[in-house]
């Protein structure tokens, strides 16, 4: 009997966080200083750079509408529930020929400029990891990789409590003065 309850419990709390992200529409936003400064992966014979914003943007707006959340970016209007701003990191290990992937995800709940840029609402990480080779098709790879790094970060978004109060009554915000105020502070540029 208790076994039973356990079960009905866990569906009814799966099923509870799809019809919230079925109405969620979240604005992603990679900032720019991750589309100007691509990283070299590692490897004794290959001269790789990769950009990991557009690689990070792609592979997290699929990841994101494969669970039922709309997407917003920052180009195209930034109106949304919540300003989710993404950290991507790659790095490649050539002697086991693993790419590590690594997300954090910095998510706004208030509109607001001053309010909002000293202290996100959640901090979230997503690690991943995809076996691949550098040198035959390493975008397939870094997409895996990043790809299993966002299903982390979304377990965790949707399975946060102070999220889904947040979002469920709330109704869309315009995030375009944060995500200016975002794109203009320093951010780091060194990552291997």
Not at 17 to 41: G, M
Not at 142 to 150: E, G, I, L, N, P
């Amino acid at each position: 009997m208790r076994n039973y309850v356990h079960i009905g419990v866990g569906i009814w709390l799966f099923a509870s966080s799809l019809i919230s992200a079925a109405n969620t529409t979240l604005v992603l936003q990679v900032p720019e200083t991750y589309h100007k400064n691509p990283v070299r992966l590692l490897h004794p014979f290959l001269n790789v750079w990769h950009n990991r914003a557009d690689a990070a943007e792609k592979a997290g707006t699929a990841q994101l509408q494969a669970q039922n959340i709309t997407v917003n970016s920052c180009a195209s209007g930034a109106q949304g529930q919540a300003l989710v701003v993404i950290e991507p990191n790659m790095f490649y290990n050539p002697k086991m020929g693993v790419f590590y992937s690594e997300i954090t995800a910095r998510v706004f709940l208030n509109a607001s400029v001053d309010a909002s840029l000293t202290a996100p609402t959640l901090t979230l990480k997503g690690k991943g990891q995809m076996v691949g080779n550098l040198n035959a098709a390493p975008e397939f790879f870094m997409q895996k990789a990043y790809a299993v790094a966002y299903d982390d970060v979304i377990t965790q978004l949707l399975a946060n409590e102070t999220f889904n109060t947040s979002i469920v009554p709330a109704t869309s915000k315009t995030y375009q003065a944060l995500c200016t105020s975002i794109d203009t502070l320093s951010q780091p540029k060194l990552f291997f």
